[in-house]
């Protein structure tokens, strides 16, 4: 396999590691859907790098922020940036090579929800982050904001709800949104989040274990915000033990109407996957914001 970016990728990673590198092979890894991805191997150092076009690198500039903000908060193994950088037509980001495997056992999911309290003990002074960043690839604002719920709706649902009324998904879909935009604060009328360190789309496939069993995350869109949120995303799809569940709440309970705001967190996430994959979610994404709308309904908002 060959492609036109790898002189300049080649270059990137000499200016980082010296000038003995060179590349000898190059092997496609199949599973992504926004990047193009490869594994490229020198003598005896191998990298794994996302590619793209042009417009793709500040994608890979936000990611590189989220790695290290990650990896300075000491919870949890993720891959070192090597390099980033784009010419007129491509944009890469390399990135230190890990042997990764989902999580399957319990100690192992015992594990990544202590990294996980770590990450989420660690403390912003405001909701949202230095610089906005990308949900897939979808723009995702970070403003800072010192009241949660707002930040929630107009940084989160608000710019979703747009999206999908661009994309034709019009009718119940936004009515029942511009009626949950009002009634959000009530979801947080008793509870008081923290303004947590998220990893920000902690599904099953940016999470996993290195081969001695340590936790490890990547692809982040990283934030300061409600640590439900994390878990909620984490549950959408499933496919964590449910040990990871039960440590987590074992060192830091859940707090009271938590599967409510799940519905808010999961929302947000459904109505990302239908602005990017199309209408499969639409009817999910309808049902979560009038279950919403109902549940919030029945108490003063």
């Known amino acids: 396999m060959s492609h036109p970016a790898l002189p300049l990728i080649e270059h990137a990673i000499r200016q980082r590691v010296g000038n003995q590198f060179s590349i000898r092979d190059i092997a496609p890894v199949s599973g992504g859907c926004i990047h193009e991805a490869v594994v490229v191997t020198g003598h005896c150092e191998r990298f794994f790098v996302k590619l793209g076009n042009a417009a793709r690198l500040p994608m890979f500039e936000a990611e590189v922020d989220g790695l290290l903000a990650l990896a300075a908060a000491d919870g949890f193994r993720t891959p070192t940036p090597i390099a980033c950088g784009a010419d007129d037509a491509h944009a890469f980001l390399v990135l230190e090579h890990l042997t ?16 996980l309290v770590r990450l989420h003990r660690t403390r912003g002074a405001h909701f949202g982050w230095r610089r906005d960043n990308f949900i897939g690839s979808t723009p995702q604002r970070n403003t800072p904001a010192d009241n949660w719920a707002r930040f929630f709706v107009e940084h989160r649902l608000r710019p979703q709800f747009a999206l999908a009324r661009q994309h034709g998904f019009s009718g119940e879909l936004q009515k029942q949104g511009e009626r949950l935009f009002e009634r959000v604060p009530a979801l947080f009328l008793d509870y008081r989040p923290t303004e947590s360190l998220l990893h920000g789309d902690l599904w099953h496939g940016n999470a996993a274990v290195l081969e001695d069993g340590t ?18 995303m984490s549950e959408l799809f499933g496919g964590f033990p449910g040990s990871f569940y039960a440590e987590y709440r074992k060192a830091w309970p859940m707090q009271d109407d938590y599967e409510k705001r799940k519905l808010l967190y999961s929302l947000y996430h459904i109505l990302n996957h239908m602005n990017l994959f199309g209408r499969g979610c639409l009817r999910e994404a309808t049902r979560l914001a009038t279950r919403l709308n109902e549940e919030l309904g029945r108490r003063p908002a």
């Open 100 to 115: 990764l495997r989902p999580l399957h056992s319990a100690d192992e999911g015992g594990r990544f929800a202590d990294a």
């Open 215 to 232: 936790p490890a995350i990547f692809d982040p869109a990283v934030h300061y915000g409600d640590r439900e949120s994390d878990l909620a």
